[in-house]
């Protein structure tokens, strides 16, 4: 545990010499020692069961795969290589964890899991989550699973107010598509009168069958 304890600390050194309002966008991504924190982390998941995890790994195993939003590489080998370890992580991240890691989640979650599985279960948990970016991308999750919530979820995201409802309206669009859902004629009609220009941009692209499914 010292290296991944250490390597969590010296990112944090790191932090704290960068003024607050620069930590937006893409920062972490300045940060030079990435390669080591990745193995440290790597080399704490082969190394050590999760139920011997103390709360402090937990907490600094998910600090580092929130940090990790840009990349996704800590992320994408847990659910690849540690398959798992997904759901617990999952799980715990919904107590102690940072939007930046739940959203990372949702997405593999979406990616490797089944409907009627647990992945389906913390799916419906995370398209609850306070923050509009995790609720979005766990429905489009939902939508890549087959769920059987995703057109309930959709309705709800669509009607819901929010300062990004504009890209949240893109991404009820994309599921209820993806899906094949009956309902997508009645949203794009909706959305063709909506004063948001990016949103009415979508709805040409989907009617032009330019959105992957």
Same mark, same amino acid.
């Given at each position: 545990?010292?290296?991944?304890?250490?390597?969590?600390?010296r990112?944090?050194?790191?932090?704290?010499t960068?003024?607050?309002?620069?930590?937006s966008?893409?920062?972490?991504?300045?940060?030079?020692?990435?390669?080591?924190?990745?193995?440290?982390?790597?080399?704490?998941?082969?190394?050590?069961?999760?139920?011997?995890?103390?709360?402090?790994?937990?907490?600094a195993?998910?600090?580092?795969?929130?940090?990790?939003?840009?990349?996704?590489?800590? /992320?994408?080998?847990?659910?690849?290589?540690?398959?798992?370890?997904?759901?617990?992580l999952?799980?715990v991240?919904?107590?102690?964890?940072?939007?930046?890691?739940?959203?990372?989640?949702?997405?593999?979650?979406?990616?490797?899991?089944q409907?009627?599985?647990?992945?389906?279960?913390?799916?419906?948990?995370?398209?609850?989550?306070?923050?509009?970016?995790?609720?979005?991308?766990?429905?489009?999750?939902?939508?890549r699973?087959?769920?059987?919530?995703?057109?309930?979820?959709?309705?709800?995201?669509?009607?819901?107010?929010?300062p990004?409802?504009?890209? /949240?309206?893109?991404?009820?669009?994309?599921?209820?598509?993806?899906?094949?859902s009956?309902?997508?004629?009645?949203?794009?009609?909706? /959305?063709?009168?909506?004063?948001?220009?990016?949103?009415?941009?979508?709805?040409?692209?989907?009617?032009?069958?330019?959105?992957?499914?």
């Open positions: 545990m010292p290296d991944l304890l250490d390597e969590v600390a990112f944090q050194v790191w932090a704290r960068l003024p607050l309002l620069s930590r966008g893409e920062w972490e991504c300045d940060y030079e020692h990435w390669g080591d924190l990745h193995a440290a982390v790597l080399r704490f998941l082969d190394d050590r069961p999760l139920e011997s995890w103390s709360r402090e790994a937990l907490q195993v998910l600090y580092a795969i929130a940090r990790d939003n840009e990349i996704e590489h800590l /992320a994408g080998v847990i659910a690849d290589a540690h398959r798992p370890l997904l759901a617990p999952t799980r991240a919904l107590d102690i964890g940072e939007p930046d890691a739940r959203w990372q989640f949702a997405e593999q979650l979406g990616r490797v899991g409907k009627g599985e647990v992945e389906e279960q913390l799916l419906v948990l995370l398209v609850q989550d306070e923050y509009e970016y995790v609720r979005r991308r766990a429905l489009g999750a939902l939508a699973i087959g769920s059987v919530h995703t057109e309930r979820v959709a309705l709800r995201e669509w009607e819901r107010p929010d990004s409802q504009e890209w /949240a309206r893109m991404m009820c669009l994309w599921s209820l598509h993806h899906i094949g009956p309902l997508l004629t009645r949203l794009l009609a909706d /959305a063709e009168q909506d004063p948001r220009a990016h949103l009415r941009s979508y709805v040409d692209r989907v009617r032009r069958g330019e959105v992957d499914r």
